[in-house]
């Protein structure tokens, strides 16, 4: 499961950016992908355009997703729950069941655990106030973290 603020730029391009690379090398049925948002402003929409068009760009296609807010019976339906930036994280932690063992709340983690190229940066930037370039950075960060992420999911599978 991946979290942004709002789940039309960060947490949907995630969700399709990982789906593609699992499909590519055959793990797309071993896994369960899916993406919210702390916020229910935009719940039902698709991703925002300018992601759905920088994602197409790269061969990702982000139309099919719609978005969905986080709920608090995400900590029992994922092993992960990776949030794009701190605010998510606090956000995140904030609406953890009161019974939620100590193990649970640590599938809670950073997008940024999983960079490999981009290991100088501490969250993914938010790129829905800029423009192009922001999206950009936004898709090489999140493909640089999925391709780590599911190598790592590959080793527990």
């Not at 900590?75 to 995140?92: H, L, P, R």
């Not at 709340?105 to 993914?124: I, S």
Request: a negative charge; charged letters at 30%.
């Amino acid at each position: 499961m991946f979290v942004c603020l709002g789940n039309i730029c960060r947490s949907p391009a995630a969700e399709g950016i990982l789906r593609a690379l699992a499909e590519e090398q055959g793990q797309d049925d071993d896994l369960y992908i899916d993406s919210a948002g702390i916020g229910a402003w935009h719940v039902g929409e698709q991703p925002d355009r300018r992601m759905r068009k920088h994602a197409a760009q790269r061969g990702y296609d982000l139309s099919s997703l719609r978005a969905r807010q986080f709920r608090s019976d995400d900590f029992e339906k994922f092993d992960w729950i990776v949030v794009m930036d701190e605010e998510n994280y606090q956000d995140v932690m904030r609406k953890v069941p009161s019974h939620t063992s100590s193990n649970k709340l640590a599938k809670v983690v950073r997008m940024k655990d999983f960079f490999n190229d981009f290991k100088g940066y501490d969250h993914v930037p938010d790129p829905y106030y800029g423009g192009s370039e922001g999206f950009e950075l936004a898709l090489d960060m999140i493909e640089d973290g999925c391709k780590e992420m599911l190598k790592s999911l590959r080793q527990k599978v």
